[in-house]
C-alpha cells in the first residue's frame, strides 16, 4: 500500500508547478557606470556621451532558497544519480523561496542637451516567484499520514508574469554635481498567473480518512491558464519568448524610477527607487477560487488511491465533484518588485576604481537585502574589468566579475555576480548574468 495523498494538494499543485520556473538581484551592471546598463536601475546615471545607442541585450537571474541541484539529484552507493526528494524536503525552512528575472532589452537612447539629459527604452520584462511553505511537498510527495491530529497550512504564494516596458526618462543637473532624475514608465501586459487569496489548510483526524479542509485560496489568470476539469487544464505561458501581438495590449498599468546622482572630486554617489507602479489585468480574465470547508469523510476515494490498482479516471470524477473550482472572469491588479539602490563609487587613480553598494527588493510581504563591493582597473585603453563581492540572505560566497571592451564607438558589456555558479553548479543557490552592447558616440565633458 502506498501512503495516502493528500488530494487537493495534487490539484493545487496541478495549477501552478508544471510551469512555474524560477532571484538574485542585479549589483554589477549598477556599478558599471561606464555603461547604459548602470542606468537600468538609476536614471540618473549615464555614461560619458552625448548619444547613446543601445542595442539588444539580455539580463537574467535565478534564485533558489535551502536547496540546490546537488540536494535533489545525489548519487546512491552504486555511483548512479537518482532522485532524492526526501532529503530535499528535509532541507526546507518553514517558507521557501523560488525566484527568477528576465529581462530582453531590446533598444535604449540617451541624448545630452548639457546640463540636461533625455532618455527613452523598450525591454520585455518576466517575473517568476514561488513562495511555498515546507508542507507543501511534504504533503504532496509524502502523504498526510504524518499530520495525523494536526492542521497544517500548505497554501502557496505564486505570481508568474510578463509585459512589455516602454519608458521615457529626463535628468538634469540642478546644482554642481547633483543630478536629479525620473523615468515614466508604460507597461503592456503579456501575461499572467498570480494567487490573490493564499489560505489553505488541512485538518487530518485520528481516523487518516477523514479530512477537512479550510480554503479561501484564488489563483487569478490573463491570458494563460484554462481550467476545464481536472483532466483538462493549461497553463499557456511562455517564459522568455518575445511576444508582438501584445506590445500595446488592453492589460495595462504605469511605474516610474527616481534617482540622484553627486559626483564630488574623486566620489560619485547615488541613490535610486525603481519599478513603483502596478499592471491592471483586465483582458481575457479567469479566476479560479476554493472557498469554504471542504469535508471528505467516505472511504471510496481513499481506498482508490490505497490501491496500487486504482481507476484514476473514477478517482478525479470524485474529486472533481468535491474540489470544483468557481470560475469569474473579475480584473484585478498586481504591483511589481518596488527595487532600490545607495553606492558610492571612489575613483583612486586613473587606472583603478573602488565601489560599495546596498541593493533592497521589496516584493509581497517580503524584502531581499544584498550588500556589495567592488573593484575595477583599465588594463587597456580599451579594456576594462572588475570583480564584485556581495552577501546576501544565506549566501555569503559570491564572486562576480565583469568586463567592458570599448572599440571606437562600440561597446561590449558582460557581467555575473556569481562566478562560482560556474565552478560548481549543482552546489549553487541561484546564477546571474547580464549582457549588452552599446553605440557612444561624442565624449560629454562634465561642467565645472
Known amino acids: 500500500m502506498r501512503k495516502f495523498i493528500y488530494i487537493p494538494c495534487l490539484i493545487i499543485g496541478s495549477f501552478i508547478m508544471p510551469n512555474l520556473v524560477g532571484a538574485q538581484q542585479d549589483l554589477s551592471a549598477h556599478l558599471m557606470r561606464q555603461t547604459w546598463q548602470s542606468n537600468r536601475s538609476n536614471p540618473a546615471l549615464l555614461p560619458d556621451a552625448r548619444f547613446i545607442l543601445s542595442l539588444p541585450g539580455l539580463h537574467n537571474d535565478f534564485f533558489i532558497e535551502n536547496v540546490t541541484y546537488g540536494d535533489l539529484i545525489r548519487?546512491?552507493?552504486e555511483?548512479?544519480?537518482?532522485?532524492?526528494?526526501?532529503?530535499?524536503?528535509?532541507?526546507?525552512?518553514?517558507?521557501?523561496?523560488?525566484?527568477?528575472?528576465?529581462d530582453i532589452e531590446t533598444l535604449g537612447l540617451g541624448i545630452r542637451f548639457g546640463k540636461i539629459?533625455?532618455?527613452?527604452?523598450?525591454?520585455?520584462?518576466?517575473?517568476?516567484?514561488?513562495?511555498?511553505?515546507?508542507?507543501?511537498?511534504?504533503?504532496?510527495?509524502?502523504?498526510?499520514?504524518?499530520?495525523?491530529?494536526?492542521?497544517v497550512s500548505f497554501g502557496p504564494d505564486i505570481q508568474l508574469r510578463g509585459y512589455h516596458e516602454w519608458s521615457l526618462g529626463a535628468a538634469a543637473e540642478l546644482l554642481p554635481g547633483l543630478t536629479l532624475a525620473g523615468r515614466a514608465k508604460w507597461l503592456s501586459g503579456v501575461a499572467d498567473v498570480s494567487t490573490s487569496k493564499r489560505k489553505l489548510e488541512l485538518t487530518t483526524s485520528d481516523d487518516v480518512y477523514q479530512l477537512e479542509l479550510d480554503a479561501d485560496f484564488q489563483v487569478n489568470s490573463a491570458g494563460s491558464l484554462r481550467y476545464n476539469s481536472f483532466e483538462d487544464i493549461s497553463l499557456d505561458f511562455n517564459f522568455g519568448e518575445f511576444d508582438t501581438e501584445r506590445l500595446f495590449s488592453k492589460n495595462s498599468g504605469f511605474a516610474f524610477d527616481l534617482g540622484l546622482r553627486f559626483q564630488k572630486g574623486n566620489w560619485d554617489f547615488a541613490a535610486s527607487v525603481t519599478d513603483i507602479g502596478q499592471i491592471d489585468w483586465k483582458d481575457a480574465v479567469k479566476n479560479y477560487a476554493f472557498q469554504g470547508i471542504y469535508e471528505y469523510k467516505g472511504l471510496d476515494v481513499a481506498q482508490a488511491i490505497l490501491e496500487d490498482s486504482t481507476d484514476?479516471?473514477?478517482?478525479?470524477?470524485?474529486?472533481?465533484?468535491?474540489?470544483?473550482?468557481?470560475?469569474?472572469?473579475?480584473?484585478?491588479?498586481?504591483?511589481?518588485?518596488?527595487?532600490?539602490?545607495?553606492?558610492?563609487?571612489?575613483?583612486?587613480?586613473?587606472?583603478?576604481?573602488?565601489?560599495?553598494?546596498?541593493?533592497?527588493?521589496?516584493?509581497?510581504?517580503?524584502?531581499?537585502?544584498?550588500?556589495?563591493?567592488?573593484?575595477?582597473?583599465?588594463?587597456?585603453?580599451?579594456?576594462?574589468?572588475?570583480?564584485?563581492?556581495?552577501?546576501?540572505?544565506?549566501?555569503?560566497?559570491?564572486?562576480?566579475?565583469?568586463?567592458?571592451?570599448?572599440?571606437?564607438?562600440?561597446?561590449?558589456?558582460?557581467?555575473?555576480?556569481?562566478?562560482?555558479?560556474?565552478?560548481?553548479?549543482?552546489?549553487?543557490?541561484?546564477?546571474?548574468?547580464?549582457?549588452?552592447?552599446?553605440?557612444?558616440?561624442?565624449?560629454?565633458?562634465?561642467?565645472?
Do not use: C
Open 312 to 448: 484514476f479516471g473514477s478517482v478525479l470524477d470524485t474529486l472533481e465533484a468535491l474540489y470544483q473550482p468557481t470560475e469569474t472572469s473579475i480584473a484585478y491588479r498586481t504591483t511589481l518588485p518596488m527595487r532600490s539602490y545607495l553606492s558610492a563609487v571612489w575613483q583612486f587613480n586613473s587606472n583603478w576604481r573602488f565601489s560599495g553598494l546596498v541593493h533592497m527588493e521589496s516584493f509581497e510581504d517580503r524584502t531581499f537585502t544584498a550588500f556589495a563591493v567592488g573593484a575595477s582597473a583599465q588594463l587597456l585603453k580599451m579594456l576594462e574589468v572588475g570583480g564584485v563581492y556581495s552577501a546576501r540572505k544565506d549566501s555569503y560566497a559570491n564572486i562576480g566579475i565583469n568586463a567592458t571592451l570599448n572599440l571606437g564607438p562600440l561597446q561590449v558589456m558582460a557581467a555575473t555576480d556569481n562566478i562560482l555558479t560556474l565552478v560548481n553548479p549543482k552546489a549553487s543557490h541561484g546564477a546571474h548574468v547580464r549582457v549588452g552592447v552599446n553605440l557612444l558616440f561624442g565624449k560629454f565633458e562634465q561642467e565645472e
Open 117 to 151: 539629459a533625455l532618455t527613452g527604452g523598450h525591454a520585455l520584462r518576466f517575473q517568476a516567484h514561488l513562495d511555498y511553505p515546507k508542507t507543501l511537498p511534504q504533503l504532496v510527495w509524502q502523504g498526510n499520514a504524518q499530520f495525523v491530529g494536526q492542521t
Open 79 to 102: 555511483g548512479e544519480d537518482v532522485l532524492d526528494v526526501d532529503h530535499a524536503i528535509s532541507l526546507l525552512e518553514t517558507s521557501n523561496l523560488i525566484r527568477e528575472n528576465l
Open 75 to 77: 548519487q546512491n552507493s
